[in-house]
């Protein structure tokens, strides 16, 4: 069975900073992806970016970027120029098929003005 | 482009009623899946279905049913309702080849 873990549940960073998200998880799979959500108050899940293992560069979507480091099985999110949209809960998640995702807890973050 | 259809969006239930929560999908999707989501955890798979016909049970099966008799639906069934089955719930729908699930708006359910 797969575990993923966001040790910080709660982060705050100033607008059109720059914040790292952590999550570390644990699998005996070799193939599978892993994935960043972000849940705003409205509680819809929204794909923010998402990483194959087999890929050694790490994903970018416009301010997100991702660290994988896959010996160390570490995927952090970091958010370049934050803006206030950005206030959510993030949730890192895994699969190895289809899509059944295994979560972490999630990081509330907060940007403020 | 409706996307993942959840309904009802909010629902308080007495202990011991039972209701099922209903989704369905337009995007001819192989995959579906239930997850909830309590405070402080995360989501966790409920029950999942790869096809019409096939479903199986995920980390938290206990106290739900599922059925999938056509690729659009993929009804949850609480049988008897619990307050520990108070939770916000998520369907979820992808392509056999896709990794990016797409979720639908959630349901909130209250079991007093």
């Known amino acids: 069975a797969q575990t993923v873990t966001q040790s910080q549940p709660e982060m705050s960073v100033q607008e059109a900073e720059t914040v790292t998200l952590s999550c570390t998880y644990d699998?005996?799979?070799?193939?599978?992806?892993l994935f960043w959500y972000k849940q705003p108050p409205s509680r819809q899940m929204i794909l923010v970016i998402r990483?194959?293992?087999?890929?050694?560069q790490n994903a970018t979507e416009n301010r997100f970027s991702v660290n994988f480091q896959k010996a160390a099985k570490s995927f952090s999110l970091k958010i370049s120029d934050s803006q206030l949209g950005d206030t959510a809960m993030y949730f890192c998640?895994?699969?190895?098929?289809?899509?059944?995702?295994?979560f972490g807890g999630g990081t509330r973050l907060m940007v403020k003005p | 482009n409706a996307g993942v259809t959840q309904t009802p969006k909010f629902q308080v239930l007495k202990t011991g009623q039972s209701m099922t929560l209903q989704c369905a999908q337009d995007?001819?999707?192989?995959?579906m899946s239930w997850y909830r989501q309590d405070p402080g955890m995360g989501l966790r798979l409920i029950h999942y279905?790869?096809?019409?016909?096939?479903?199986d049970q995920g980390e938290v099966p206990n106290g739900y049913n599922v059925s999938r008799s056509t690729t659009e639906d993929f009804p949850l069934r609480l049988l008897s309702a619990a307050p520990s089955q108070t939770s916000v719930y998520f369907c979820?729908?992808?392509?056999?080849?896709?990794?990016?699930?797409?979720f639908g708006q959630g349901t909130r359910l209250t079991v007093v």
């Open positions: 979820a729908s992808s392509t056999r080849e896709s990794t990016e699930a797409f």
């Open positions: 699998t005996s799979e070799n193939n599978y992806y």
């Open positions: 990483q194959e293992a087999y890929k050694q």
């Open positions: 998640a895994f699969s190895n098929a289809g899509n059944m995702l295994t």
């Open positions: 995007m001819n999707h192989e995959y």
């Open positions: 279905s790869v096809g019409a016909g096939i479903t």
